[in-house]
C-alpha cells in the first residue's frame, strides 16, 4: 500500500517508517501539517498515518480539510494524547482508527491491513485466486498447498495485482504502491520483479497487456 506517514516525532517516525517498508508497504514521511496537505494533493495516498500535535498544522484541521474536500482516504490517527476528548473529536472529524501512542508495531501493522481490507470491501483477510492463495497478515503464498518464497517488492506486488481482480495497473501505479520517495527505482525495476513472480509461479498468472499494464487473468 502507498501510505503517508505525518508525525515529528523522529524516532516514532522512523520506526513506523521501517516496519511498515519491511512489510512491503510504500511509506512517504513527513513531519508537519503544512507539508502533509500538500503531499496529499499531489499524490493518491491509499492510507494515511496522522499525528495530531503537530508543527505548522494541527492534524484535527488538517483531517477537517481532506474530509471537507470529498477525500475518502482512510485515516488513521497515531496520538500521545490518551484523553478520551481527543480520540473522539479525531473520529469526529473523520478518521477510521486511531492508536495510542507508545503503539506496538504489530498492531500497526495488523489495523493497517484491516484498513486496506475496508477500503477493498474485502472481507476475507486471505486473498485466494484459484490455487494461488496470498496471505497478507503472515506474508505467506501458496499455489496448490505448496509455499513460494518471495521478496518483500514481489510479494507487494502480487498482492496488488491480485486485489485489482482481473485489472491492469500500470508501470507507474506498480512503482506507486511499492516505493517511496527517495527510494531508488531503476527504470526496469517492475519488469525484473514481474520476471521472478513468473519464474515462481508460472508464466500465466501475470499477463502484460500491452501499453496498458499487467494482470492477473480471472481464469488463471
Ligand atoms: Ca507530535
Do not use: C
Not at 73 to 83: E, F, G, N
Not at 130 to 158: C, I, K, N, T, Y
Not at 194 to 199: E, F, M, V
Amino acid at each position: 500500500m502507498r501510505i503517508l506517514l505525518v508525525e515529528d516525532d523522529p524516532m516514532v517516525g522512523a520506526a513506523v517508517q521501517r516496519g511498515l517498508r519491511q512489510e512491503g508497504h510504500a511509506v512517504d514521511w513527513v513531519q508537519d501539517g503544512v507539508a502533509a496537505g500538500l503531499a496529499l494533493a499531489d499524490h493518491p495516498f491509499e492510507l494515511v498515518l496522522l499525528d495530531l500535535g503537530l508543527p505548522r498544522r494541527d492534524g484535527l484541521s488538517l483531517l477537517g480539510e481532506i474530509r471537507a474536500g470529498g477525500n475518502t482516504v482512510p485515516v488513521l490517527i497515531l496520538t500521545a494524547r490518551d484523553a478520551v476528548s481527543d480520540r473522539i473529536a479525531g473520529l469526529d472529524a473523520g478518521a477510521d482508527d486511531y492508536l495510542v501512542k507508545p503503539f506496538d508495531l504489530d498492531e500497526l501493522a495488523a489495523r493497517v491491513r484491516a484498513l486496506g481490507r475496508r477500503q477493498r470491501g474485502q472481507a476475507d483477510p486471505v486473498v485466494a485466486h484459484g490455487r494461488l492463495v496470498l496471505d497478507p497478515a503472515a506474508h505467506a503464498v501458496a499455489l496448490d498447498g505448496e509455499p513460494v518464497r518471495l521478496s518483500a517488492r514481489e510479494f507487494a506486488l502480487l498482492q496488488a495485482l491480485l486485489e485489482q481482480g482481473g485489472k491492469p495497473l500500470s508501470r507507474s501505479q506498480l512503482e506507486d504502491r511499492l516505493y517511496g520517495w527517495g527510494e531508488e527505482v531503476e527504470s526496469n525495476a517492475i519488469e525484473v520483479h514481474i520476471h521472478a513472480l513468473r519464474r515462481k509461479l508460472g508464466s500465466g498468472w501475470i499477463r502484460n497487456l500491452r501499453g496498458v499494464g499487467w494482470f492477473v487473468p480471472e481464469d488463471a
